[in-house]
């Protein structure tokens, strides 16, 4: 089992930044594949970005690429995503996810565990 905690959501201006982070607690955290997915009210949970257990692949939906950047630290085990350039369509509740895979997939399907979400909200 691997257990996911999502903080750093708030609310924040157009054109201002957040920074998310996801802890990782139990099973090994660098053999995971993590992911961001957000939800916004009445929509389906979609894709944000993910990266790869090694680190050296990264893939981003088109919406937020050039804006966001996912990285991890293997150290603290945490898995963080920076929102730079936030739009009031940013607005959702942001979800962490991880599975066990060599892959980077964009399917929220694909993913194993979850954590509770975090809100972000952008006022224009």
């Known amino acids: 089992q691997v257990q996911l905690v999502e903080s750093g959501g708030g609310l924040v201006q157009a054109g201002g930044s957040l920074r998310l982070s996801c802890a990782a607690s139990?099973?090994?955290?660098?053999?995971?594949?993590m992911g961001w997915f957000r939800q916004a009210p009445g929509k389906e949970r979609e894709f944000v970005a993910a990266i790869r257990w090694s680190g050296d692949i990264t893939v981003y939906a088109d919406s937020v690429k050039g804006r966001f950047t996912i990285s991890r630290d293997y150290a603290k085990t945490t898995v963080s995503l920076q929102m730079n350039n936030l739009k009031p369509e940013d607005t959702a509740v942001y979800y962490c996810a991880a599975v066990d895979t060599i892959s980077v997939p964009r399917i929220s399907g694909r993913y194993d565990y979850w954590g509770q979400g975090t809100q972000v909200t952008v006022s224009s």
């Open positions: 139990g099973r090994p955290f660098s053999s995971y594949t």
